[in-house]
């Protein structure tokens, strides 16, 4: 799950000028327009698609792979994960039984990895301790869900969100650095670089439908990486251009 919460929006053209920024908080109408633009230029993300009948082995692997995820590439925590499974350590006992500097090592390639086996085995002892199981733990509808894993220690609001939606699917926004980075962009953040305001609002705007709020983050998020980038944007090839201030600015400067 290539979620965000690991690299800095990068220049937005919102940056401090020690002035209170007017916010153009984004329509329904522009919301559909940026949608489509990205569903044509990046097609159907479908992130982990998962089901009931996929089981609790791929919830709970949801679930490292966005603690494994924390300011690091889905690269890197992919390869984490791929340890894991090699070790037959893709299970929460199993990672509980592992020394905590033996897990480290395993995953060492999604970096920050002392603290990330930490999380880890702190995430699976709450399964196991105090659910039982990982489907336990994520029967609840979003706001308890929610609490109930910003109350483990090492998830925060984009960990939990991207469990929410990915692992229990139910409906939540993921907020990460390409959602700032796009909307300041375009002159559309729905308010301060907050995580709450902006999950909020998009959640008000899209609804509860777990599939377009799934497909709304991975392409912003597959647009930042691929065009929307931190440093030299493809903007001239970027389907938001005509309406991105910061694109055609950028473009300007580039053509002199
Ligand atoms: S035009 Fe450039 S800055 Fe604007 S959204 Fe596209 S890539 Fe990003």
């Given at each position: 799950?290539?979620?965000?919460?690991?690299?800095?929006?990068g220049?937005?053209?919102?940056?401090?000028?020690?002035?209170?920024?007017?916010?153009?908080?984004?329509?329904?109408?522009?919301?559909?327009?940026?949608?489509?633009?990205?569903?044509?230029?990046?097609?159907?993300?479908?992130?982990w698609?998962?089901?009931?009948?996929?089981?609790?082995?791929?919830?709970?692997?949801?679930?490292?792979?966005?603690?494994?995820?924390?300011?690091?590439?889905?690269?890197?925590?992919?390869?984490?994960?791929?340890?894991?499974?090699?070790?037959?350590?893709?299970?929460?006992?199993?990672?509980?039984?592992?020394?905590?500097?033996?897990?480290?090592?395993?995953?060492?390639?999604?970096?920050?990895?002392?603290?990330?086996?930490?999380?880890?085995?702190?995430?699976?002892?709450?399964?196991?301790?105090?659910?039982?199981?990982?489907?336990?733990?994520?029967?609840?509808?979003?706001?308890?869900?929610r609490?109930?894993?910003?109350?483990?220690?090492?998830?925060?609001?984009?960990?939990a969100?991207?469990?929410?939606?990915?692992?229990a699917?139910?409906?939540?926004?993921?907020?990460?650095?390409?959602?700032?980075?796009?909307?300041?962009?375009?002159?559309?953040?729905?308010?301060?670089?907050?995580?709450?305001?902006?999950?909020?609002?998009?959640?008000?705007?899209?609804?509860?439908?777990?599939?377009?709020?799934?497909?709304?983050?991975?392409?912003?998020?597959?647009?930042?990486?691929?065009?929307?980038?931190?440093?030299n944007?493809?903007?001239?090839?970027?389907?938001?251009?005509?309406?991105?201030?910061?694109?055609?600015?950028?473009?300007g400067?580039r053509?002199?």
């Amino acid at each position: 799950m290539p979620s965000g919460q690991r690299l800095q929006p990068g220049r937005t053209g919102h940056e401090h000028t020690g002035e209170s920024p007017i916010y153009r908080r984004p329509t329904r109408t522009q919301l559909g327009a940026i949608y489509r633009a990205l569903l044509g230029v990046h097609g159907h993300q479908q992130w982990w698609p998962t089901a009931l009948e996929d089981g609790p082995g791929a919830r709970l692997e949801i679930c490292l792979g966005a603690i494994l995820t924390q300011n690091t590439s889905w690269r890197g925590a992919a390869a984490a994960l791929q340890n894991l499974n090699d070790a037959g350590a893709l299970d929460a006992h199993a990672i509980l039984e592992l020394p905590t500097d033996v897990l480290a090592e395993l995953v060492r390639p999604s970096g920050h990895f002392n603290v990330k086996a930490r999380k880890l085995q702190s995430f699976c002892s709450e399964v196991v301790e105090t659910y039982g199981d990982i489907d336990e733990l994520l029967d609840a509808e979003t706001d308890e869900l929610r609490a109930r894993l910003l109350a483990i220690w090492g998830i925060g609001p984009e960990t939990a969100d991207a469990i929410t939606l990915y692992a229990a699917r139910e409906p939540t926004f993921v907020i990460d650095a390409y959602a700032y980075r796009l909307f300041e962009r375009l002159d559309l953040a729905p308010g301060p670089r907050k995580y709450d305001v902006y999950r909020e609002f998009f959640l008000e705007k899209i609804g509860p439908d777990v599939n377009a709020l799934n497909e709304w983050h991975a392409l912003i998020v597959r647009h930042g990486q691929q065009v929307c980038r931190r440093s030299n944007p493809h903007c001239e090839e970027c389907p938001l251009l005509r309406r991105c201030p910061f694109g055609q600015n950028e473009i300007g400067i580039r053509t002199g």
